[in-house]
């Protein structure tokens, strides 16, 4: 066999499609039995990704064009407005199972319920798109993350109508990150993430205080769905392939280091992930590898790194609030809307 891909989530799945599209022998292994559970993200796609990416627009929720920051006293929240469409929340079940279905059509194999490592399979290549904390990183001798922030999120049906994507930085709730709600209008994403060894109380003793205490919280009109788990903040790793394999997504930390964002540098990178093993199982020369450089993709997160090392070290409520007169003068509205709205994402392969 010439691929082994560890992991099915869309940067596993659409790695494989892409080199089973080649011509290649792929296997996938995912250790759930069923893509509809388990799930860790919480779908938020950024223009740039919808824009770019052929996803399927029934998966997707409204637009979302308003957001609105608040510092940990609620009060006076910054608005930011786009004049475009900046974010759609996916029904993530339904786009793994497109990207499943075509993943196979492709003629790549999955296997479901299967655990990483197989003994009955021997491939040339492994793929590692197994998280955050990544088996096949381990067991190739590449690098692993080490700069993480956990997260708990819970998702509900609503019926509103205005789209808006609340952020609430209160180190309190949720220290070196944030606490969010994305309302679509059809579903709310309502969550908070933070620094593990800084968090003041388990995450759903957290998230239970913020879903009690944030006024603008909508009202369920049906079950509630959770999901958690780790997210690397520590930008692209530095040594993510080697002659047996590569890592993409969250395992080769593939994660905007200040937003968190890891749904768009995913498909970016399994398309270059695809790529070199291509060239590199066609022709067998290890210097093609160098093309998959982490090193050179990690350069690019600069100043990102630095924001993140920042937002790391604000630990009182009072340096948040402060921080938010600054966000509502003309230049800090520009800088977070820049954040939020910027053409900036996941380098191009």
Known sequence: ?????VGAGLAGLQTARLLASQGFDVLVCERRSSLDIGIRTTGIFVRRTFEDFALPDRYLGPAV???LLYPPSLRAPVELVSSRDEFRVGDMAGIYSQALSETRLA???????VSYPLKDVKARFTIGAD???STVARRLGLDVNRHLIIGAEKVFPVSTSAPTFHC????????????WLVDDGQQAHVGLAGLPDRLAAPLPRLLRSFLGGFPN????T?????????????????????PDGLLVGDAAGAVSPLTAGGLDPCMRMSELAAAVTGDYLRTGNTSVLRHYDGTTLRARFRVRLVLRNALSHVRAPAV???AFKLLRTPLGRAAAARVFFGDGSFPDA
């Open 168 to 179: 609430v930085l209160d180190p309190r709730l949720a220290p070196g990150y944030l606490a």
């Open 217 to 220: 919280m909508p009202t369920p």
């Open 107 to 113: 003629g790549a194999r999955v296997r479901l319920g």
């Open 1 to 5: 066999m010439d691929v082994l891909v």
């Open 65 to 67: 064009r308003r957001v």
């Open 131 to 133: 998280g955050a904390r």
């Open 320 to 322: 948040a609030e402060a």
């Open 222 to 242: 049906g079950p509630i769905h959770r999901r958690g788990g780790p997210i690397p903040v520590g930008g692209v790793l530095r040594r993510i392939v080697c």
